[in-house]
């Protein structure tokens, strides 16, 4: 007599590996939260760096034709802020611009992917992904529908952030997950998991 093996189904297994994943944690799709992701990848990027690079090379210059025209002042020179001033005020408002630009990116980054999920999906108010930390690799699930399998392997750099802790695999590309719904242990036990996974990633964690 033949012994009948039954197959799990894709439901089954799904259940199978939600069931036994070590962490689960939920993110919902908060401007305040995808802001802090985009600002990790900013700050940690070399379009940064030159932005402010150039950032201090603008408000050098204007510090150098300040201190200039104040010199020439000083030796008797009249006419001097009438000519100096407007390339004080240019560079001085070309650093601050850019200093700004930089500023205010991350937000502006976020409120566009939200408007994107808008056009696709409607409502954003309760829309979230969840994430399920097996062994093997992260279990990504959006209210959209969609789904997604990371492998340990992908992800480079873990940060932490005020709310969040940001799993970074290239350079436009993370995912965030909200430090205040994480089921199976603290934040710092999350860490301390992935970093066991992660023998080979960056760890960018403040106390």
């Not at 808008?118 to 097996?134: I, N, P, R, S, V």
Request: charged share 30%; proline share 3%.
């Amino acid at each position: 007599m033949e012994e009948n093996i039954a197959e799990n189904t894709p439901a089954e297994e799904e259940k199978d590996w939600k069931r036994d994943c070590r962490f689960h944690v939920e993110s919902p799709l908060d401007r305040e939260l995808l802001t802090e992701g985009y600002r990790v990848l900013m700050v940690h990027s070399w379009r940064f760096i030159l932005g402010m690079i150039l950032t201090l090379a603008c408000l050098g210059f204007a510090v150098k034709y300040a201190a200039d025209a104040a010199r020439l002042i000083r030796e008797g020179y009249t006419g001097v802020w009438e000519k100096w001033l407007p390339y004080i005020l240019f560079w001085a408002a070309l650093g601050i611009a850019n200093f700004v630009l930089h500023v205010k990116n991350p937000g502006r980054c976020a409120r566009r992917f939200i408007r994107q999920r808008e056009e696709l999906y409607g409502d954003t108010a309760h829309q979230k992904a969840e994430f399920f930390f097996c062994d093997e690799s992260v279990h990504a699930e959006g209210s959209s529908g969609a789904k997604m399998e990371i492998a340990y392997a992908q992800i480079r750099h873990v940060y932490q952030t005020k709310h969040g802790i940001v799993l970074k695999l290239k350079e436009n590309l993370f995912h965030i997950l909200d430090r205040s719904r994480i089921d199976g242990g603290s934040p710092e036990e999350l860490i301390a998991f992935l970093k066991e996974k992660l023998p080979w990633a960056a760890f960018h964690i403040s106390d």
